[in-house]
């Protein structure tokens, strides 16, 4: 059955992973992207957006520009990981199709109040525009079926010892997303540090030997490597694990539990306090997946890119 989504990002070598991967799943028809300031400025998240749309030829998918900046806090970016451009690997031509004109929270308002309530939101980036639209018009939370996101984690951090980038960057907006009463799924670090982008994983994409694969392939040789310096065997492949799940989510296990995210301690800003053993009295807000089916991911992801 076919899955309608919207989905919102900050391009990012992951991110356009991610939107390559769905671009190539019939299952998944894409409303619309809306993009955010993350990985890199907003600038340059909407036009990367756009870049990876005309790669994947998908130049009628609307691309949205949405907040350019966290709620409360300074913009924190990720260019030591995604370069300067935000797709540090690959030269992209500037893209020719249109951004469209209206905010991106206003396409995420206007969109859900008009549907039946059967759009689900995929975010791979801070959630800046989910929360904004949240706050613009509450109802809207009544209208998503439900929200899958990359975010926080039930370990370590990966911006701070204890908070995630996507949360750390915006943990306002994140308490907002927390909060709302939306059925949520969180992958977060303690999921996707268990799908890295091995060598052999990565000439697995390069041998597919079409444009767009060499294009991803490209993508993921810096990237993934960056961690290898670290002793690791690969990147940590993020955001793509928010769409494997929307299209086999047999490959993921989880479970509901209460999830907060911390707004007041500088030390642990961002941090997503999962509520695992329910030491507290509060209900489960959250699906928070536990573990990933690492090869069952790397077929997945390497079979649909080989069909672009
Ligand atoms: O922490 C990883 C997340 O932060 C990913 O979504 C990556 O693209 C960055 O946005
Ligand atoms: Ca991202």
Redesign the pocket.
Known sequence: MTQSIIID????V??AI?LLLAFASPDLKVLGITTVA??VPLTLTQANARRICELAGQTTVPVYAGCPRPIMRSLTTAEDIHGKTGLEGVELPEPTMPLQPQHGVDFLIETLMNSAGDIILAT???LTNIAIALIKEPRIAAKISKLVL?GGSTTEGNVTPSAE??IYVDPHAAHVVFTSGIQITMIGLNVTHQVLTTAARRERIRAIATPVSQVAADLLSRYGTQEVERGMAGSPL??PCVIAYLLQPDLFTGHPVFVEVETGSELTMGRTVVDAWRRGDRPPNANVIQTVDANGFYDLLTTRLARL
């Open positions: 990002c900050d391009p990012g992951d991110d991610a993350g990985n791979l980036g801070p990359m980038f996507n993020h955001d």
